[in-house]
Nanobody, 124 residues
């Protein structure tokens, strides 16, 4: 079993950048596909980005494509989400997640392990 801890959230102005980190422990993440999700108040958890085990393939939600970049460093047992050109509508709690299945996954129920989340607030 793997434990995930997110960090790097905060309060920023529109147009700013943030880099979220997801540190894993318990097991190496090299055997897990990784993803980032977010949940705003009153809304369902939504897919943001996903990356394959090797990092060779990535997938993004249309709302963040071109602004966010998901990456991973298996040697550091970590995954990352670089967020540029942030908008107020990006405000949410961001979650890191891991799954044991093949290919990229976009639905929360396809993920097996979750972090506790980190708050990102973007002011206008």
């Amino acid at each position: 079993q793997v434990q995930l801890v997110e960090s790097g959230g905060g309060l920023v102005q529109a147009g700013a950048s943030l880099r979220l980190s997801c540190a894993a422990s318990g097991r190496t993440i090299s055997t897990y596909g990784m993803g980032w999700f977010r949940q705003a108040p009153g809304k369902e958890r939504e897919f943001v980005a996903a990356i394959t085990l090797s990092g060779g393939s990535t997938l993004y939600a249309d709302s963040v494509k071109g602004r966010f970049t998901i990456s991973r460093d298996n040697a550091k047992n970590s995954a990352y989400l670089q967020m540029n050109s942030l908008k107020p509508e990006d405000t949410a709690v961001y979650y890191c997640a891991a799954h044991t299945r093949i290919f990229l996954k976009v639905r929360p129920e396809q993920y097996d392990y979750w972090g506790q989340g980190t708050q990102v607030t973007v002011s206008s």
